[in-house]
């Protein structure tokens, strides 16, 4: 079955690591029927190159969306995933505009993501419905060939259950937005990502939404690069005066979503006392500790759920055939909580 893919890339005021997005997503080896660029209100010279890019012509047709104002990186993919999801787009590829996948990166996703269908197909309990992965994601590496410390994703309980040398398939039950292929029918069903969340988190609760309904995979062959300066990850201990903001996001988001669940009040209200204590033993400045320790309280009364999009027509699927809501583990498979 051959399916469209629609990339989208967001972008904001860093117009050099761009520029080698685009080189590197215009010559992917599987075809891309359009490039969709979500411009968050950049202010550098990324609004005329994007311009420029499109009234020239490149090797797939290109798409700008140009926000009115600077809704972060979560706004950015919302508005992304609607409009690809509203184009016709099979496949909508995710990225930041600092990732630069490898010539093949997409050409593996698209083909993993066709061997699952069948694998998982043949494993339905139902066959008369067809079953696919709701999103696959490439293995994300650092500059040096490492692994990006900000973008593992989170193993199943039996990620192995598809695995085998030729294809490295692993299951998973969320990733981030550094090149996730998600399959556009699972829209219908979960919605699009939340853009009130700003930054941070964003990805992880979009991921795990649809992961509570359909099989999700990393891809190991499918390799692209994070061109951060710096290979960390998310650490309260990092927090200062200058990427305060980050952390405020982030934690108050990832409460929202703990306290979300059944006996999720406790959880998150641990998951705050851990980040300040962390904090408190790395000597974070008192007034920092402060802000964290608020922006998490915040998370309680942040009702996120309310605020999960739906397209206008929703439909069990886009054509004839039948999705089924599968899980990545098998019914009375064991899974960690």
């Known amino acids: 079955m051959e399916r ?3 990339a989208v890339i967001v972008t904001y005021n860093r117009i050099h690591s761009l520029k080698k997005t685009v080189q590197a997503v215009l010559k992917q080896s599987f075809p891309i029927r359009e490039v969709i660029f979500v411009d968050n209100k950049s202010t550098d010279e990324t609004p005329i190159y994007l311009r420029e890019l499109a009234q020239r012509g490149a090797t797939y047709p290109i798409r700008v969306v140009s926000m009115e104002r600077n809704e972060g990186g979560a706004g950015g993919f919302a508005s992304g995933v609607q409009e690809a999801y509203e184009r016709g787009a099979d496949l909508i590829w995710l990225m930041d505009d600092d990732c630069i996948p490898d010539p093949d990166a997409l050409e593996k996703l698209v083909h993993a993501f066709e061997v699952l269908t069948e694998k998982l197909t043949a494993a339905s309990a139902t066959p008369a419905e067809l079953t696919e992965p709701g999103f696959v ?3 994300v590496r650092w500059r040096n060939g490492e692994v990006c410390e900000m973008n593992i994703p ?3 309980g039996d990620w192995s259950r598809y695995y085998v040398p030729e294809n490295p398939y692993v299951g998973v039950d969320q990733c981030s937005f550094v090149s996730m292929l998600v399959n556009a029918r699972v829209i219908d069903a979960v919605g699009y990502p939340v853009r009130e969340f700003f930054i941070w988190f964003d990805d992880v609760e979009f991921s795990r939404r649809i992961a509570e309904r359909y099989a999700g995979f990393a891809i190991l062959d499918s390799l692209v690069v994070h061109d951060m300066p710096h290979n960390r990850g998310v650490h309260f201990s990092d927090v200062s005066t200058e990427n305060v903001w980050k952390y405020r ?3 108050r988001n990832e409460v929202a979503y703990l306290a979300s ?3 999720g009040m406790l959880r998150a209200a641990r998951f705050i006392a851990a980040q300040v204590s962390h904090m408190s033993a790395n000597k974070v400045p008192l007034s920092l500790r402060a802000q964290i320790l608020f922006a998490g309280l915040s998370g309680f009364t942040f009702r996120y759920r309310a605020k ?8 069990q699927l886009r054509n ?3 999705i089924k809501s599968i899980s990545p583990h098998p019914e009375g498979a064991e899974t960690d909580v």
């Open 4 to 6: 469209s893919v629609i």
């Open 137 to 139: 994601c490439s293995n």
């Open 154 to 156: 989170n193993p199943t």
């Open 249 to 251: 996001y982030g934690i």
């Open 261 to 263: 669940s059944p006996l």
């Open 308 to 315: 999960i999009r739906y397209p206008a027509v929703r439909c």
């Open 320 to 322: 004839s055939s039948t």
